[in-house]
């Protein structure tokens, strides 16, 4: 079974730009998180969707916004880029919109803001 | 608010030698705790976790943890590690109700030969 799918691994963007990440459950999962990870704040939660709705939020500025498809997929998307945006984005599954379910993380996709 | 903290942010230790990860949480409601492992340039994998039941819970690589409700700590043990265990590792918390993961700061295992 394949495991969640993160694209692009790596990306440089500049100051002022857009970036949208892409995430691919594993096929069944229907709930899909996202965190950013950074050396000085460790791993901050971003957002989760369950079937296409938004179920949880952290907190984050307006410009980090995310959606999931019918298919489970999942974008964020990050607008208006600053050099603080800089980190590893990780993006997980679980099955369902579960109490006890684990999380099951891609690679992650590393962003550069320049 | 809900929060994990780690108490090491560091942890260096020789080969074969025995190791603890300490974590504690900020809440003794009901809880689901687990731990997780991340090597270099790679995604978080799941060690162990802790739903209900035995609060000695074993995990993947020889390690395990336990709950201990009253002192609200979930301490991650190995009693020999090897070079290839070098790692950050993560503690992360569900609280009741659909909250999201929480995770500690992480805590920087190196294994020194």
């Known amino acids: 079974k394949a495991g969640v799918t993160q694209t692009p691994r790596y990306l440089i963007k500049t100051r002022g730009q857009q970036v949208t990440l892409s995430c691919s459950p594993i096929?069944?999962?229907?709930?899909v998180s996202w965190y950013q990870q950074t050396p000085g704040q460790g791993l901050q939660f971003l957002f989760e969707y369950f079937s296409e709705t938004q179920r949880n939020k952290g907190n984050f500025p307006g410009r980090f916004s995310g959606r999931q498809f019918s298919n489970s997929r999942s974008e964020m998307n990050v607008s208006t880029l600053e050099l603080g945006d800089s980190a590893l984005y990780l993006c997980?599954?679980?099955?369902?919109?579960?109490?006890?379910?684990?999380?099951?993380f891609g690679e992650g996709s590393r962003l550069t803001v320049l | 608010a809900q929060s994990v903290t780690q108490l090491d942010s560091q942890v260096p230790v020789f080969e074969e030698a025995p190791v603890e990860l300490r974590c504690n949480y900020s809440?003794?409601?009901?809880?689901?705790l687990f731990w997780y492992v991340q090597y270099p340039n790679q995604g978080l994998q799941l060690l162990l976790k802790y739903l209900s039941g035995s609060t000695l819970v074993k995990g993947i690589n020889g390690f395990e943890a336990e709950f201990n409700k009253s002192q609200t700590s979930f301490h991650l043990r190995k009693p020999s590690v090897h070079i290839s265990d070098t790692a950050e590792y993560f503690c992360a918390v569900r609280y009741s109700g659909n909250t999201p993961l929480v995770f500690g700061k992480g805590t920087r295992l190196s294994v020194i030969a």
């Open positions: 997980a599954s679980r099955l369902a919109e579960t109490n006890t379910g684990e999380l099951f």
């Open positions: 096929s069944g999962h229907r709930s």
């Open positions: 809440s003794s409601v009901s809880v689901y």
